[in-house]
Each structure stands twice: as C-alpha cells, then as structure tokens.
C-alpha cells in the first residue's frame, strides 16, 4: 500500500516501538495508521484496544474492522460485549478507563491502546475519562492517538512523556488530500469568496431552493447538511420534499434496500420509517440522536451506497463516522455549547467541514456557510473558518468513584496523583490550587459520610467505587437497604431516573405511587448530598434523579410493545432507546459491585433482562448488521 507522508512516518515510528500522536484533519486518513498496528499486532499475536468516545462510533468500528479482520475483533461497550476475549478489543473509553481502575490485570495480554479522537480530552462533561486514562495507563502499553488538527499537539505529547517517562513521537499533518472550497448563501445569493458578503440595507431570506439548486447545477451532491436542533433536519428535509434526486434505477435501487433494511432491523411498522419513506425514495432523509439507533444505521447505510443524495443532520454524523460528501453545508454557525448558544469553534467547524471531499473520488470539496449577518458578525465568520484551531485544555474533575479507586491504593498519598494530570501541566498556580482543593473537599465529603473509615473503604464505599456518575444517590439507598427492598419495576424507574436527563422546559408527568415513594427517597438524599456539597464548595453538583420516564419504563417492564411505551413520554424514541441503554449498564455495574448481595443480584439480571429487548438490545442490532 502507498501511504501519504504522515501515513508512513507515523508507520515507522509505530514499526520502532514509539508511542505516536497523530494531529492531521478529518478526511485525512489517519485510520490507515490504527489499521497498520491491527494487522502488524494480529500477525505478531499481540493484543490491541481501540477506544472511541461513542458507543455508536464503538459499533461502527466493529462493523468495518470486522469486515477487515473477521474474528480477530470483539468489542465491548457498556451495552455491548461480543468476542471479547479477541486479540483486537473495540471498547468505548470509559470502559478502558474503569478497567485500568478496577481490574488493571485484564490489560496485561494488550501491548497497543489506540485512542480514536483524542483531542476529546477537552470535552467538558467527558474529558476527564480521557485524562485518567492516560494517567493511569499501564507502562507496557504504547499509544496511538488520533486526533483532529490541534496546534498545542507537543504540548500535549511532552505532557505523557513526562508522566510516563518514554519518548512520544508528535506527527502533523495541515493538508488535506482533498481541498476545501469556502462558498456563503446571503441575500439569498452564492457568494465564493468571504469579503463579497453584505451587510445592512435590504436585506433577503436565504432560501434553501436557491441553494440546492446551485449545489445540484454544479454537481456538488451528494451533500451532507449540518444543522443544531433535530427539528430542524426534518423541517428542511421535508421542506424539499418537492425535489427529487433519483433517476428511475437508483429510485427502484434505494426503494428495495431500505425495505430490506426496514425488514432486517423490524421496523416495517415504525412510524418515523414510514414518514421518512416519501423522503427516501426522492434520495433525501435526516439523521439525529432522536430516532432509533436502528433506524439511524438505515440511513447510514443508504448514504454509504451513495443512494442518498441529501441528508440533513445533526454534528454527531461528524464525529469518526466515515461519510464523506462531494459537498457539506452549515445552517448556520452557531450552535449549543453546553449552558449556551455561541459562534462554533473553528476545530468544530472543521471537524465537520472536513466531511466534504470523498478522497479518491473528489478533486476539491465544498462547504457551504449560510450567513445572516443579524445573527453572526463577518470578523466571527472570519475567525471560525480561516482561524487557528483551538488548543486542547484540560478538563480534569475526578469522579468520586475514582477518588475512592486511588484512596484504596494510595490512602492520603492520592494528592501526589494530582500533578501527573494535564490539567496541573497546563494550569497556572490559582487553578492548580483550586483543582487540590476540590479533590480534597470531595475526600473530606467521603469520610463524612461514611465512605472511608480509619485508612479503608466502608462496604458503602466499596459499592461507590463501581459506580461512575451517579455514586452517591445509589451508593446512600444501598446503605439504607433500599436497593435490597426494591422489586424489578422499582429497580427499573430508579435506574432509568438516575441517568436521565431533562430537555430545556420539559416537565414532569405525574407518576405511579411506586415510583413517587422511590422519588421521595431519591430527593431527601439528594438535599442531603447538595447541602454537603455546597458546604464544601464542590461542583458541579451531583445529578439528581429525574423520573420523567418512570411511566415509560414502568410500561416496557410489563412487556408493552415499543411504540406504546412511547405514549407514556414525550421524550424522542431515540433517546428512549439510550436512557433505556443507559440504565442497563448502571444496574450491571451495580450488579458487578463485589458487595452487591446475592438476593440484589438476581433481581437485577432479572430488570435487565426485561429492560434490554427488542429496539433497546444494542448487541442484537450489531449482530443483525
């Protein structure tokens, strides 16, 4: 195989027994490098973890390696676990993560992690997996980290050199086999180059017609549409839903396979198949986190076949999923950060922008920005697509059920643990102290109640230290028994309300007399926990339960089908499926707690059992796939 020049010199780095971090832009190729250490390693009888930041990413990477390298792939995933005792192990990071924590002696067969975008260390909520992971990776283990374009790449590798006392090789690579063309839609005009765009005066709506037919006069399809809300995919899909894209063979093609799909994955009856129908057979549909995991992978699997000419989609179709387009266009360019909507980040843009131009196939791709200078100014357009990437920062904040795992090996010695963080690197002296202090202030609220005694871990702390996420409201109602009293129902609502998550204005439904004693307990140990916490100056708090799909679970725990489970919630099918997904993995860490009584045990493989069927079995989708 010819491999471009970052490709070979992250090779021969690897082929000499360094560690590498690859920084090279979306599109790039820098699977071909993970793939190399695969074949190299299975030939050599070596082991390899590949962790993504996904479960659905996770999945994609079984399907296509597997394809590859047949039974030599397993994977296991919070939902998932098959052939996991092959020689390459896909897993998502925060079951690495745990592993290193928990049972480090299941790492020994491993000599490769492969860390898929790793720049994902500075995701708010998820960063600090990624940061633990690699303070506390086992020395015989090299690394391989992927990653988007970041300019602070050596600062980041001299940060693992110098808590794991090994060369890091950095390789960088700033262009694109295909290159980018930049185009903007204001006034309802295609304008090709930034400093034509207008400001002021009359002004016209940008209208999706002028666009898309611009784009197909020019051959520019297929075409991925980014767009931030889920609304907002269908809105525009259906808002096409005049055009059609398809000759007569591709029509009968596209027709006949997501039948066949819809037929393979059971989802002849579903109704957003039914309603996607009309778009499909015209080669458009939609793609977001509110729809059926199943149904998500029908869509990727037309768009794959090169049947599906525009798709409209939220960001996560960005995120290591190997779609190219001929051409990418951006709603806008703002989106949701959090707590708040602001202008993107460039390395987000990019991360997105880099989908357009199918290398092999493409000589140039096109991104599309539709600009509305009332809601964005030029000088923020500027910066965002000619701008440079932001660096990767820390966003270290140890869970409790880490602090307990170091408390247990290192008693009072954790703090020196602390300094070996990317977040002590690259900190200045205020947030060093500030990060010691919070560390210390979640210790002192672990022997307060009753966590750690005398240098040891109570058998409440035992409990909490397998428990990542939601540690101290399950870890204080399995201290008071109450877990033990819970029938499955009750297991069932109080694990799903432990994940759950509300949308923005989404209210609660009143609920069943059941799940409102198990709330009633869950919101006294909660004030408890949140007045501990604010005394400690801890954040962010501790989640509470929500139990806006008590109603939901309580009905798909008596065997009703799907889409009558979803009469009892307003919340999309799609993220039924992953809370349901969710609290499956939080009673199987519960049930694999090492104090979690016999009697406890067998009730939860019996809540898991029901819970995990049907649409909401990820294990079956994968082997179905």
């Known amino acids: 195989m010819i491999y471009d020049r970052f490709q070979q010199e992250a090779i021969d780095y690897i082929n000499q027994g360094y560690s590498v971090i690859v920084s090279a832009p979306t599109g790039s190729g820098k699977t071909a490098i993970a793939e190399h250490i695969i074949s190299n390693s299975i030939q050599n009888k070596l082991g390899v973890i590949y962790t993504a930041p996904l479960k659905a990413l996770s999945n994609q990477k079984f399907r296509d390696f597997q394809g590859q390298f047949k039974e030599d792939i397993g994977i296991l995933t919070g939902d998932v676990s098959i052939n996991q005792e092959a020689p390459v192990l896909i897993m998502t990071t925060e079951i690495f993560r745990n592993k290193i924590l928990d049972e480090p002696q299941s790492l020994k067969k491993y000599s490769w992690i492969i860390f898929d975008e790793i720049h994902y260390i500075d995701n708010p909520e998820r960063g600090t997996v990624w940061e633990e992971s690699l303070i506390f990776l ?97 809105d525009l899909a259906f808002e096409l839903y005049s055009y059609d894209f398809l000759n007569p063979e591709e029509k009968t093609q596209i027709i006949s396979q997501y039948n066949s799909l819809l037929e393979r994955y059971d989802l002849q009856g579903e109704k957003t198949a039914q309603g996607l129908y009309h778009l499909i057979q015209k080669g458009i549909a939609y793609h977001h986190a509110g729809m059926l995991p199943t149904l998500k992978e029908v869509i990727e699997r037309l768009f794959t076949s090169r049947l599906l000419k525009v798709i409209f989609t939220t960001e996560t179709f960005a995120l290591g999923i190997n779609m190219p387009a001929k051409t990418v266009i951006f709603d ?13 980040k460039t390395r987000d843009f990019y991360q997105m922008a880099g989908r357009a131009g199918r290398r092999g196939k493409d000589l140039e791709g096109f991104v599309y920005c539709r600009i509305n200078f009332n809601r964005i100014h030029p000088d923020e357009v500027k910066r965002i697509i000619y701008g440079r990437p932001e660096e990767v920062r820390s966003q270290l904040n140890n869970s409790y059920a880490t602090i307990l795992n170091l408390y247990e090996k290192y008693q009072d010695e954790l703090f020196k643990i602390y300094p070996l963080s990317l977040h002590h690197f690259q900190g200045r002296k205020h947030q060093q102290k500030e990060a010691l202090r919070l ?66 204005n989404q209210r609660p439904p009143s609920i069943s007399k059941n799940s409102r004693k198990i709330r009633t307990l869950c919101e006294e140990i909660y004030a408890r926990i949140k007045h501990k916490e604010q005394r400690y100056k801890i ?11 008590s109603n939901g679970v309580e009905a798909w725990l008596r065997g009703t089908n799907f889409a009558k489970t979803l009469q009892f919630t307003d919340t999309d099918e799609g993220e039924v499926v992953r809370y349901f997904r969710m609290s499956v993995q939080v009673l199987r860490e519960i049930k694999d707690a090492r104090v979690s009584s016999h009697i406890l045990r067998e009730k939860i493989k019996e809540t898991i059992r029901v819970i995990n069927r049907d649409v909401v079995d990820a294990e079956k989708q994968l082997r179905e796939g």
Request: aromatic share 14%.
């Open 439 to 504: 560390i210390e202030a979640k210790l002192k609220l672990l022997k307060e109640f009753g966590y750690i005694y005398k240098g040891s871990l109570t058998e409440k702390g035992e409990f909490a230290k397998a428990i990542y996420g939601y540690e101290l409201i399950l870890s204080e109602l399995y201290a008071e028994k109450i877990l033990e009293q819970l029938d499955e129902f009750g297991l069932g609502v109080l694990s799903c309300a432990a994940v759950f998550e509300p949308r923005k």
């Open 138 to 234: 086992p020395p015989h283990l090299n690394i391989l980290g992927l990653s988007a374009t970041i300019p602070n790449i050596k600062e980041f590798a001299a940060w693992i050199e110098s808590i794991h006392q090994k060369p890091v090789k950095v390789v960088m690579e700033e262009k694109r086999p295909v290159p980018l063309h930049f185009l903007f839609q204001n006034n309802n005009e295609i304008i090709d180059n930034l400093g034509k765009l207008k400001r002021g005066g009359f002004s016209r709506t940008n209208k999706l017609g002028t666009l898309i037919n611009y784009i197909r006069q020019k051959q520019g399809l297929p075409c991925i549409y980014f767009v931030f809300g889920r609304r907002r995919a269908e």
């Open 539 to 549: 954040y962010p708090f501790s989640k509470p339960a929500y139990f806006h799909l």
């Open 332 to 344: 806008e360019l703002r989106k949701f950060y959090g707590r708040y909507v602001r202008n993107l």
